[in-house]
DNA sequence: TCTCTATATAGCTATTTACCTATTTACGAT
DNA sequence: ATCGTAAATAGGTAAATAGCTATATAGAGA
């Protein structure tokens, strides 16, 4: 399996999207982590296990505590991947730009066949 | 199930990945889809149908053959999502980049003891 | 209507995933 | 030494996924 695939996979799960989002104030225990899901603690450290293979976070040791920090540095990777594609979904939004301001432009023309 | 987690848990494959970079250079069939790939015609046609539900592609009708084209938009959200942490893996990139030309410094400074 | 071709669907298997509870390990502190 | 707490691991289950072959459907053209 390849670091591009791990990465979305791991972005795949609401839950570890969290995870990485709660990280992005700061590194945290693996306690911290629990508390604001209804999940067990096996549960987390088993997606922090999925983060930390995906390279999306590393850990460190502070007495009995296994701190979590955010890794972004694989989502440069997923970010160019899709920035690959950014035209196209540019593309489709002039063109829903376009439509909005045909309909409008319409709308005024018929002005008394405006709806509410 | 949530739009973002369908798209990029759709990405997540390399076989859908490929299949989305062959359909930005236009659309396609299925039996042109399957072509490049070692793999059974039914097995592309439930590729198809994840990208589909993830809302990245579309299929048209042409006789009997179902066009397959790209909708990229569904992507700006999965870009918008990993970009609110570019400034956490520039600021890594800054490290490195820091890191390298202290090493470089280094490396003048002592010139004789280089490898290689 | 019969046939050919494109694609979808059915039904199967093996693997992976997401969750759980119970237990173990690793420290720190008393 | 033992107790308490943080986190990992073991082991289990149910559901999802990726693949296959075989078959069904839909439309074009003879």
Known sequence: MEQLDRVFSALADPTRRAILARLAEGEATVNELVEPFDLSQPT???HLK???HAGLVSR???AQFRPVR???APLAGAARWIGDYRRFWEESLDQLDAYVKNMQAKEKRHGSKRKR
Chains 1, 2 share one sequence.
């Open 44 to 46: 987390i450290s088993q």
């Open 50 to 52: 999925v983060l930390e």
């Open 60 to 62: 460190g040791r502070a």
């Open 70 to 72: 955010l890794n972004a």
